[in-house]
Each structure stands twice: as C-alpha cells, then as structure tokens.
C-alpha cells in the first residue's frame, strides 16, 4: 500500500479536478528549452496573454475567480497502480493560495495526502509521514492546477510568463496551446479553441519513481457559483493510464479552516 500511496502522491491531488484519456491525440508541446519550439517574443507573449484572458472570461471573469478563497469536490476514482486497478471514492480539499488535502478511500482504505504551505505529508493505516521537501513544488502545482482557477489568476497577475504555442487537437477538437511557466514550474495548457475552456495541462512532474511527463484532458465544464468547473478527468503518466475521475460535488467558499490541512 505504501508503494501505492507514493506512486499517486502528484496524481490525486493534480486532479481533483482534471484528468485525460491514454488515446488523447494532442501532443504537448516541448519546454523552450528544448529544440523545436520557438523562444518567446512579444508577439508570442501578448497572444499568450490574450488567450488566458478568453479563457478567464470563458471561466467567468476575472472577479468571480478572484473570490474564490477555497473548494471542496468530492468525486468516484478509478486509479491504475502497481497494484492494478482500484476504484473508490475522494475527497478534496483546496485553500488558497496555498493549501491541499486529499482523502482517497480504497478497499484496503484511506489514503490521504497534505500539504499546510510548508510541509507535504501523507497518511495511511493510522500513521503519518512528511514527505520530502522535494515533494513541496509538485503541491504547490496541484493547488494551481485544480479546476485551473490559480493557474489563471497568477497569469492575470503577472506573476507567469505566459506565450501563444501554436495549435494542436485534443479528441479531434482544435486547441490553442499556452506555455506558462513561474520560476522552475512549467506547463502547456490547452484551450478548446471553440469555448475557450480548458481542455488539457501537460507538464514533466517529479514523482518518486523519477520524472515523468503528465497529461490531463478535462470535460463536462459545470457552472459552480458562476465559474465554469470542469466535472470529468482522465490522466496518463509516463504514457499510461493513472487516474479517472468523476465528480458527484463541487463547493467554493465553505469556510476551511487552515488547520485541516495540519499533518496529523
């Protein structure tokens, strides 16, 4: 169990909300950094700019998303591990800015997984144990990529780079590919080129098995408190399936307290 608890550290908490088939025909684009893509000019930055502004918009502006101080989505789980395939229910919550708990119950029982700002950590059989401090930015990416509400503010705000990265197809429907990237963390974001919805993230993630490229395809987008919330996910890791999620729930602004998120 503890070999499938590591295994799914980045995975569970990335998407509570989002996730992609194993046969999804986009092909995220490669980081700057490597040959084939174009370096950023200002014309790719101002279209970048450009399409997280249609997508916040697509979202439902700018100020609803602002005023989400947290979320809470509770959802049916199949997972794909070392132990094959496990379906079960989740839980998840997400403070913002920067705070994440997930509770995952399987038939050999719950697993769940933290992170308070400082300190990632997992829990399972009644025991708890911090996780490498190495483990602190893939978090801090789950709490940006959940429903893609901080990804989009902190593009707003500046805080990323944001440039236009040509066009690909997720499940035969035109996208629009954004990179964005924020000091060491990169990522491509794919948005339907129709709704302006988010429609797949692909990024390299660290996991304890080593690097490994993710990709996540989103679907049934759902209006919640007048922000369009994605409701279906399906994940590959490393090119193979990890994860399908559906979601029963979804509430923002309940009012978590910040000691939810303590390690136990």
Same mark, same amino acid.
Not at 203 to 210: I, M, N, S, V
Not at 232 to 240: E, F, R
């Given at each position: 169990m503890r070999q499938l608890i590591s295994s799914l550290v980045v995975p569970c908490l990335v998407f509570v909300l989002f996730a992609g088939p194993a046969g999804a025909s986009a092909q995220a684009p490669a980081p700057a950094s490597q040959a084939g893509l174009t370096a950023p000019t200002a014309d790719t930055r101002a279209r970048g700019q450009a399409l997280i502004k249609d997508a916040v918009a697509a979202m439902g502006g700018a100020d609803r998303l602002a005023a989400i101080k947290d979320v809470t989505v509770k959802g049916k789980v199949v997972l794909n591990g070392p132990m094959g395939e496990v379906s079960g229910e989740s839980v998840a919550y997400v403070l913002y800015p920067d705070k994440i708990k997930s509770t995952i119950t399987l038939p050999m029982g719950p697993m769940v997984q933290g992170y308070d700002g400082k300190v990632a950590w997992v829990q399972m059989g009644g025991q708890s144990q911090e996780l490498p401090a190495s483990m602190n930015e893939e978090m801090e990416r789950n709490i940006l990529t959940s429903g893609a509400i901080g990804i989009m503010r902190v593009a707003l705000s500046g805080e990323a780079e944001v440039d236009a990265a040509g066009e690909a197809s997720?499940?035969?429907?035109?996208?629009?590919?954004?990179?964005?990237?924020? !000091? *060491? &963390?990169?990522? #491509?974001?794919? +948005?339907?080129?129709?709704?302006?919805?988010?429609?797949?993230?692909?990024?390299?993630?660290?996991?304890?098995?080593?690097?490994?490229?993710?990709?996540?395809?989103?679907?049934?987008?759902?209006?919640?408190?007048?922000?369009?919330?994605?409701?279906?996910?399906? !994940? *590959? &890791?490393?090119? #193979?399936?990890? +994860?399908?999620?559906?979601?029963?729930?979804i509430q923002v602004n309940a009012g978590l307290d910040p000691a939810l998120f303590a390690k136990p």
């Open positions: 997720v499940n035969g429907r035109r996208a629009d590919v954004v990179q964005w990237r924020r !000091g *060491t &963390q990169e990522m #491509q974001i794919f +948005l339907d080129a129709r709704t302006h919805l988010v429609s797949k993230l692909a990024f390299r993630a660290t996991t304890p098995q080593g690097d490994l490229d993710f990709e996540v395809i989103v679907s049934d987008h759902r209006d919640v408190n007048g922000v369009r919330i994605p409701w279906k996910a399906v !994940g *590959t &890791q490393g090119g #193979q399936p990890y +994860l399908q999620l559906t979601v029963t729930s």
